[in-house]
């Protein structure tokens, strides 16, 4: 049973009066006002929510090495809002009031896997960008699509992402039992299935050593050792937000094919895969540093 106050505070984040009233600042004034009001709530967090801002100070002071304390708060805030936005995007989007635009690179490849071979594929994410609107994208596929995610226990922001939702194509395999989650991911994977889950953070599964933003990092490497053993390909996609444009950007990188060296420990042969999925991450970040979401020390074992 919860009983922290960091628990606490975390529930409060995202409570059912606060989905409400930005659903209906998005439906009566529009995206642009429900935005200013979401600025306001993070500058708040900024204040007075410093088990947040904790979380963001180690991915702040990589991605801004040389920033002092102030500036680095003016980051926080930015990720916080930034976030908040996407949010608001993806409420937007499902209340049918904005259709954004977007451009595609690599997808095709994906859906040509996904849609016209046998093969299951793994869909390697990150908490980058506006991935709960990504979500939306893979609901249009003709397959099936399984996303893996971390135990929600916060029941309003449950609702709100729709988790376990019956009518449509998605779903979700919870990973607070890893060795279960692992079976699941396996067996959709030859069933041909699509599997959707992220690569930064472990949620407490083994990790490697890898270089991200000039430190060392440890990064969980699950998805490459699943991968090798149903001889699945990997293509790690993100979707990030051009601010100017009000665009986004899907952009799948090139598909890898993890493959088992024999008499190799594990961790040996699965390193350089996710040395270049941690590299593909890093160049995706310096180009857009306020979508980082990892809100996690991935520099601390």
């Known amino acids: 049973m919860p009983n922290s106050d960091t628990d606490t505070v975390e529930r409060k984040r995202g409570n059912e009066s606060g989905f409400v009233f930005f659903i209906a600042v998005l439906r009566l004034f529009g995206i642009k006002h429900a935005r200013r009001f979401a600025a306001m709530v993070c500058f708040y967090y900024l204040l007075f929510d410093w088990s947040a801002v904790r979380k963001s100070l180690p991915y702040v002071r990589h991605a801004y090495p040389g920033a002092g304390f102030l500036k680095r708060l003016f980051r926080i805030h930015k990720l916080f809002y930034s976030q908040a936005c996407m949010l608001l995007d993806r409420s937007s989007f499902l209340c049918g009031l904005t259709d954004f ?177 941690a590299k593909q991450l890093e160049m995706m970040i310096i180009k857009h540093p306020e979508q980082c979401f990892l809100f996690t020390d991935i520099w601390t074992k």
């Open 101 to 277: 635009d977007h451009d595609c690179s690599g997808y095709e490849i994906f859906r040509h896997l996904a849609e016209e071979t046998d093969e299951g594929v793994l869909l390697l994410g990150a908490h980058f960008g506006n991935w709960q609107l990504a979500v939306e994208g893979l609901k249009s596929l003709n397959c099936n699509v399984n996303i893996v995610v971390h135990e929600e226990t916060n029941e309003a922001a449950k609702r709100y992402l729709e988790i376990n939702s019956e009518d449509s194509n998605i779903n979700y395999i919870f990973t607070n039992n890893m060795a279960h989650g692992s079976l699941e991911i396996a067996s959709a994977l030859c069933n041909g299935e699509v599997v959707c889950l992220m690569g930064d953070r472990s949620y407490g599964s083994e990790t490697i050593e890898v270089d991200f933003f000039g430190d060392k990092a440890f990064f969980p490497y699950s998805a490459f050792a699943i991968a090798a053993k149903t001889e699945s390909p990997v293509i790690p996609l993100f979707i990030c937000k051009d601010w100017e444009s009000e665009r986004y950007l899907v952009i799948g990188s090139e598909t890898m094919r993890p493959v088992k060296v024999s008499g190799t420990p594990m961790t040996e042969w699965v390193r350089p895969w996710v040395q270049e999925y």
